[in-house]
């Protein structure tokens, strides 16, 4: 994708005028220097093409001292990286807590840019029935609901709701570059009579340690326990020195617990045991042909 470089130039120029103000700011010097400090390095890191450790510097100082104008760098940092639903997200924070700060030519520049993200971010609305919910992305919480359109890189994600005195909604989905979706979550709510719509999942291998999938997602080692949708899911297990397990499971009720034993692998499991009986039978056909068109 093309990166705006007049966006680049105009933007890394006027994050240098506005740290060296903070730099020589009386009040809360210490901070604030700090903060410029770590923005300093960043530029350099920058125009040496380190974007990672730039990316790196930028959060900190914003972390110290959170100026909207540092969020310009972070987002073209998070794009020159290819982080594009982070670069998508930071632009829009720095329009939005910039406010009519942001001159009308650098509203229109972001614009741009954010219209050149648009079609590798996938978007999302959450529906959340009832009122005001937790919302769990991925495992982390990130607000509350109602909240504002959700900007995700493609890929797998997971949507949890939770409100107190209800068991949580849950969704998974596999995003596309470009979608638009909105995800319905519906709380549990146990005075409906109705049956859980999670099933908690206890997994355990023999031997344990073993790096666990489920439904193409890395869960962590075994033993391992987690909230599944009821219906279908598919586990997997692999552990260094055994064979990979794959089990579907059908989940009802209210808690399973599933151990799942591995077989240690041979001698014959291994991929170069074969390539090396192939070659030699190889060369025995091509011995015995030798053999048979030598003339007598």
Same mark, same amino acid.
């Given at each position: ?52 450790? !730039? &990316? ?7 972390? =110290?001292? %959170?100026? $909207?104008?540092? /969020?310009?760098?972070?987002? +073209? ?106 995800? !319905? &979550? ?7 009579? =109705?049956? %859980?719509? $999670?099933?908690? /999942?206890?997994?355990?291998? +023999? ?90």
């Amino acid at each position: 994708m093309r990166l705006c470089s007049c966006l680049a130039g105009l933007l890394v120029l006027s994050q240098v005028e506005a740290w060296g103000a903070v730099a020589q700011s009386p009040a809360g010097a210490s901070r604030e220097q700090e903060a410029a400090a770590h923005y300093g390095q960043g530029l350099e890191h920058f125009k040496a093409g380190d974007m990672p450790q !730039a &990316l790196a510097e930028f959060l900190v100082a914003y972390d =110290l001292v %959170p100026r $909207f104008e540092a /969020l310009i760098n972070i987002a +073209v940092a998070h794009r020159k990286l290819g982080h594009y639903a982070a670069a998508y997200n930071a632009f829009q924070r720095y329009l939005s807590e910039g406010g009519d700060q942001v001159p009308p030519e650098r509203k229109q520049q972001i614009a741009e840019e954010l219209g050149e993200l648009d079609r590798f971010v996938a978007h999302v609305t959450l529906a959340v029935e009832g009122g005001p919910a937790e919302i769990e992305l991925d495992g982390k919480e990130i607000g509350e609901s109602p909240m504002p359109t959700l900007h995700l890189d493609p890929g797998r994600h997971e949507f949890r709701a939770r409100r107190h005195e209800c068991g949580p909604a849950l969704e998974a989905l596999v995003l596309a570059a470009g979608q638009v979706v909105t995800v !319905a &979550l519906k709380p549990y709510d146990p005075k409906a009579g =109705l049956p %859980p719509p $999670f099933v908690r /999942l206890n997994l355990s291998t +023999v031997p344990p340690g073993a790096d666990l999938v489920v439904d193409q997602k890395k869960v962590g080692r075994a033993p391992w326990s987690g909230e599944l949708k009821r219906g279908e899911h598919v586990v997997s297990a692999e552990l260094e020195g055994y064979l990979p397990h794959v089990v579907r499971l059908d989940l009802q009720g209210v808690e399973r617990t599933v151990e799942m034993e591995l077989e240690r692998m041979r001698w014959y499991h291994h991929w170069y045991v074969w390539t090396v009986a192939a070659v030699l039978v190889a060369g025995g056909a091509t011995t015995a042909a030798v053999l048979v068109a030598r003339p007598h």
